[in-house]
């Protein structure tokens, strides 16, 4: 079994203790005291429902980025001062009877202004407000977000194995829900990927530098996984680790990095120029006529031409060109003419 992350749950225990006092110190208060003439349980009552509606606020206020408080800050700081104002004008107009009205526009403003700076805050960007947000910036991108294909692939253990990936490496519980779902599938084929991508998680937390966090953050008003995963990239302000190609497209919709494990083997193969030399062990025909497709160690395709007959040989070719398409290099090339086949007419006129 994986082990969960322990300073995690711990914080969380804290934290439901310290929200459990506050209701009850709340309630005695109010069960002393009295506010507004209310009877003992009675007021008690009322200050646990104000200390839940202060803890839900909380809650709130939590799951907003970054962006998202320093916009609600400074909304409900301009709509303070807006009805300061409208305050003003009505005193000046109304006199004292106009108490009940300040009240309102004070209540109002403030929250209009909240909910729409909260809103609108994703639009600011905190590294131009001075040097104060820059130690968020490292803590930010050295957490990553493992979906379940980069686990499955099992080519992330490798990574992070050599040292090229720093920091935390998150999986939530919902991947760990869906692991396990392929990990008992009766298709042998899915069973065993599922099972090798719980080997690959094992494998990684026994490595002691490596950081693995199992986190309960789940979103239960999302069905999907990928949009799951999205919206905890976003709460954290993490990079999504995948190779999938849909989730990346819509990752970076959703303004989410990404971190592309196909990507990054792309980037890693070696660079093959048109005139050099090389030796491919042609294993089946091409597509086009007299085609033969070898591959090279990394999995790069090679298409000869004239070698549909050379099936099973090692064979030395010359590259002519090569392409760069969305699922990976094809390399083109032609083998010396003294190495071709004879063509059937070719071999029908030296008959003759």
């Not at 609600?72 to 305050?87: D, E, H, K, Q, T």
């Not at 026994?206 to 999302?222: G, R, S």
Request: charge should be neutral.
């Amino acid at each position: 079994m994986l082990r969960r992350f322990q300073s995690g749950g711990g914080w969380t225990m804290d934290l439901i203790f310290l929200r459990l006092l506050f209701v009850l110190l709340l309630a005695g208060i109010c069960f002393f005291f009295r506010p507004f003439g209310a009877e003992g349980w009675m007021g008690a009552l009322g200050g646990g429902l104000a200390a839940m509606a202060v803890i839900l606020f909380e809650l709130r206020v939590r799951a907003l980025s970054l962006r998202q408080l320093i916009g609600a800050v400074a909304g409900s700081i301009l709509g303070i001062g807006g009805a300061a104002l409208f305050c003003t004008v009505l005193r000046s107009t109304y006199g004292p009877g106009a108490s009940l009205a300040q009240i309102f526009v004070l209540l109002l403003m403030t929250y209009v202004g909240l909910v729409v700076g909260a809103h609108k805050g994703e639009l600011l960007n905190p590294a131009a407000l001075g040097s104060i947000f820059s130690p968020d910036h490292p803590a930010r991108n050295n957490v990553k977000v493992l979906d379940t294909s980069v686990i499955i692939d099992g080519r992330i253990a490798d990574i992070a194995e050599a040292g090229f990936l720093d920091g935390a490496l998150i999986i939530p519980e919902f991947v760990l829900r869906e692991l396990q779902t392929v990990a008992d599938s009766t298709d042998s084929s899915k069973r065993q990927r599922g099972r090798r991508g719980l080997d690959m998680l094992q494998r990684m937390q026994a490595n002691e530098q490596i950081e693995v966090q199992i986190v309960t953050d789940d979103f239960p008003a999302i069905r999907e996984v990928d949009l799951k995963l999205l919206e905890l990239a976003k709460k954290r302000e993490a990079k999504v680790v995948t190779n999938d190609f849909n989730l990346n497209k819509v990752a970076r919709l959703h303004r989410v990095e990404v971190l592309n494990i196909n990507d990054l083997a792309n980037a890693l193969k070696p660079v093959v120029l048109p005139g050099e030399r090389m030796t491919i062990l042609v294993l089946k025909e091409g597509k086009e006529f007299n085609q033969g497709v070898g591959y090279l160690d990394d999995g790069t395709m090679v298409v000869v031409d004239h070698a549909r007959k050379l099936i099973g040989r090692s064979v030395d070719i010359t590259v002519t060109s090569v392409l760069q398409t969305a699922s990976g290099k094809m390399i083109f090339g032609k083998m010396d003419e003294a190495l071709r086949p004879a063509e059937p007419q070719m071999v029908k006129a030296a008959v003759e």
